[in-house]
């Protein structure tokens, strides 16, 4: 019978062991208290929910990306959440039903069955805010300056940002005419800058609406290409117009408030097209080839849970946040041996000086001072004139 090395773990699935597991607690409580005062409340959603829950509005990536189950007490089929933002959407939508704004974050471990790039993990611990019942520009502004907020307290180093708007395509697509899988695979050569299919796929699109969409394949850059896009887009529909005048706000809004920030614009990206409504944006840092923070506007998702609202939000995986930061985390070194001992008068002083914030490790039967070092411990509890004092550890 073949052996089973029973500590394998699948691919792309990991444990983290001390003292980096301390660091991400760490920054988790951090970060956690950086949204806490910009008015963000935490909630907390299942591992698990019935599967027409965790995927409403999604795109295939997500459903393909879902653990699917069968639930032994319904019978219905449950997923393993992928994606937190929709568990936070029905939060808000159905449970809160508040009235005006709402800013709700989050941390917790995802699962993904099939990872978003070969060298990503498979169970990240996702984090992020999302800001409900409001459609402006400054809603956008706030969500994208939390999030380059949240860089900085990890102190993320050379931090490039990728800007764009949905609305640009799909008001063009809709003012084109076309179809739905015409309009999917224009989609497709756009995001592998494709531009011989662009051309044939547009051939039969009227002049000027095929003439803005093949433009969208060179209209990337720095901000100068928002002026271009004025110029070639000029004749589009409002709605197109409309969204170009959102990113030249957010360029010149994140530019003042951020003067060293790196801003890259991208018309012909459409990450989360399926998904998102508006502005889109990403971080990205050099050597690093996926986005590491995402996030965007994705309107009238609530809907499916019985009420339509605006929302606007980011994402990062927290695990990635301290990998790339350079945030120094100041870990309890050392810690105070406890001996093995039945006095009551012991067991108070422990009980105080854990109290105090000490760490405080108690022998086991048997265990001798070799054991204390291997616990990390550099002091030591010891009776003298009748009171236990603490003492280095001798060797």
Known sequence: ????????????????????????????????????????????TPHIEYLESLLVGASQDLDLRTFKVVDPLSGRQMGFRADITPQVARIDAHSLRREGPSRLCYAGSVLHANPRALSTSRSPIQL?????????????????????????????????????????????????GLSGDTEQRLFDALQRKATDEVFELTAQVAAGPARMLRALVNLSGDRSVLGQAREILG????????????????????????????????????????????????????????????????????????????????????????????AEVQLPEGGIWMPDSPDTALWQVACRLRGEGQRVVQALPGQAGAAAREAGCDRQLILQGGRWQVAPLVS
């Open 1 to 44: 019978m073949a052996t089973v090395d029973r500590w394998l773990l699948p691919d792309g699935i990991e444990e983290v062991l001390p003292p980096e597991a301390a660091r991400i607690e760490v920054a988790r409580r951090q970060v956690l208290d950086l949204f806490q005062s910009w008015g963000y409340e935490f909630v907390v």
């Open 128 to 176: 992020g805010a999302e800001l409900y019942g409001d459609a402006s520009t400054g809603s956008d502004l706030e969500v994208i300056s939390l999030m380059l907020a949240t860089l900085e307290l990890w102190q993320v180093p050379d931090v490039h940002m990728d800007l764009g708007h949905v609305g640009i395509y799909r008001g063009l697509a809709r003012a084109a």
């Open 235 to 326: 004749g589009a529909p409002a709605p197109v117009l409309a969204a170009l005048d959102e990113l030249f706000e957010l360029a010149e809004r994140l530019a003042a408030r951020f003067p060293g920030l790196p801003l890259y614009f991208d018309l012909g990206e459409l990450r989360g097209y399926h998904y998102h409504t508006g502005v889109v944006f990403a971080a990205f840092v050099p050597g690093v080839g996926q986005s590491f923070a995402q996030g965007g506007r994705y309107d009238d998702f609530g809907a499916d849970f019985g009420r339509a609202r605006p929302a606007t939000g980011f994402s990062t995986d927290l695990k990635s946040l301290v990998t790339l930061g350079r």
